[in-house]
């Protein structure tokens, strides 16, 4: 089995008072490769329209704002809706975007958990029960601050994959909790977090044969 885990580079941008928000896909990618962009909006009364094939998995606003974070996931297939293009009233933000590769499930089949949305030196992320084994964990941080105040440390078990899109991950072996992973910050922060899980794909049922055909049983 293809185990889903981040691969290539973080892309990404920060803008202010600007009414889009443009990430190149990679030109790396294959079809069948999954993408997550994250979208933080000093706002949270401004909606960003979700981008041509893609998903829309959740948002989340800040204790301390103003701001929200929205989550977006796709499967690429090699066509321009693999880039990520969103537009909204003008306003201060930034953007990160990473692919996934390894084969993962389509979008729908994604899991996203209770969101988390408070003051504090310790960031946790409430864990999440997977449906399927080898299944790969991503916890999605963001602060009032944007990405400009990455937390300290790191959780065992877990990867740390950039600081644009402040992430961290786990490949998940069973059919199991994903386990709360926790990051901290030298002063509090305004902070909110929450774990996408993404399945692999089904496997594909092993070929019919026609036994007659075969000469079996003859």
């Avoid at 962009?37 to 094939?53: D, Q, R, V």
């Avoid at 644009?164 to 910050?185: F, N, Q, Y």
Wanted: hydrophobic content about 40%.
């Amino acid at each position: 089995m293809n185990v889903p885990s981040f691969v290539g580079s973080e892309v990404s941008q920060a803008y202010a008072e600007a009414s889009s928000a443009n990430l190149s896909a990679e030109a790396g990618r294959a079809a069948g490769d999954g993408q997550l962009a994250i979208l933080w909006l000093e706002s949270t009364t401004i909606t960003p329209t979700t981008p041509e094939g893609w998903t829309l998995l959740g948002s989340i606003a800040g204790p301390g704002g103003p701001f929200k974070v929205w989550i977006f996931g796709r499967i690429c297939d090699g066509s321009a809706n693999d880039n990520f293009a969103t537009t909204s009233t003008k306003v201060s933000g930034e953007a990160g975007m990473r692919r996934i590769g390894g084969s993962p499930a389509a979008v729908a089949g994604w899991l996203v958990g209770a969101t988390t949305s408070t003051n504090s030196v310790e960031g946790k992320i409430k864990p999440v029960t997977t449906t399927a084994a080898e299944s790969l964990a991503v916890g999605v941080w963001n602060t009032y601050n944007g990405m400009t105040v990455p937390p300290s440390g790191n959780t065992a078990g877990w990867t740390r994959q950039g600081e644009v899109m402040l992430t961290l991950t786990k490949a998940i072996a069973g059919v199991e909790s994903t386990g709360e992973p926790a990051l901290t910050w030298a002063s509090s922060q305004y902070f909110v977090s929450v774990m996408v899980v993404v399945p692999p794909a089904a496997e594909p049922a092993p070929p019919e044969h026609n036994l007659a055909l075969l000469g079996v049983g003859a």
